[in-house]
């Protein structure tokens, strides 16, 4: 109904017909479950992947808050949306964790999780051992137990 009665008014107008968008999950299991892929790949204009909030405070592990890009679109470009139509949302923020040790791995128990601004994570980079996961393509740098999962040009350019 929404897109008829947007294609009726560009028509009547002569204006564009007014886009129809979403910003929709990355992760595969809600993927699978809350959509129907085929339809609103039919239906969208550009859709909006959040490529992002893969891990936070409602996990258990730590785990970098981005995954790299074929993890997060291609479901969706498998299950027939054109390329085209995607959009990788990047996050210009970090999360940090506080770790139960200062043995530091990358899928250690979370104790507690936090959000760092821009002016924050230069802070805590600054005193911290920063890190690149090769598998994932993404930094974290880390200091006693605290652990900090967060992006750059360059891993942002893997992504892309």
């Given at each position: 109904?929404?897109?008829?009665?947007?294609?009726?008014?560009?028509?009547?107008?002569g204006?564009?017909?007014?886009?129809?968008t979403?910003?929709?999950?990355?992760g595969?299991?809600?993927?699978?479950t809350?959509?129907?892929?085929?339809?609103?790949?039919?239906?969208?204009?550009?859709?909006?992947?959040?490529?992002?909030?893969?891990?936070?405070?409602?996990?258990?592990?730590?785990?970098?808050?981005?995954?790299?890009?074929?993890?997060?679109?291609?479901?969706?470009?498998?299950?027939g949306?054109?390329?085209?139509?995607?959009?990788m949302?990047?996050?210009?923020?970090?999360?940090?964790?506080?770790?139960?040790?200062?043995d530091?791995?990358?899928?250690?128990q979370?104790l507690?999780q936090?959000?760092?601004?821009?002016?924050q994570?230069?802070?805590?980079?600054?005193?911290?051992?920063?890190?690149?996961?090769?598998?994932?393509?993404v930094?974290?740098?880390y200091?006693n137990?605290?652990?900090?999962?967060?992006?750059?040009?360059?891993?942002?350019?893997?992504?892309?």
């Amino acid at each position: 109904e929404m897109l008829q009665a947007f294609e009726e008014e560009a028509k009547e107008t002569g204006y564009p017909r007014l886009l129809i968008t979403a910003a929709v999950s990355a992760g595969k299991g809600t993927i699978d479950t809350g959509y129907e892929i085929a339809e609103v790949g039919k239906l969208l204009d550009p859709i909006s992947v959040m490529t992002y909030d893969f891990h936070g405070v409602w996990g258990t592990y730590t785990g970098h808050n981005v995954f790299l890009h074929e993890y997060a679109v291609k479901p969706w470009r498998d299950s027939g949306v054109p390329s085209e139509k995607l959009i990788m949302g990047f996050p210009t923020y970090g999360r940090t964790f506080r770790l139960s040790t200062s043995d530091i791995s990358v899928c250690a128990q979370s104790l507690e999780q936090g959000h760092l601004v821009l002016t924050q994570i230069c802070i805590f980079l600054n005193k911290a051992t920063n890190a690149w996961t090769e598998d994932q393509k993404v930094l974290y740098a880390y200091k006693n137990t605290e652990w900090f999962g967060y992006d750059n040009i360059e891993s942002y350019g893997y992504k892309a």
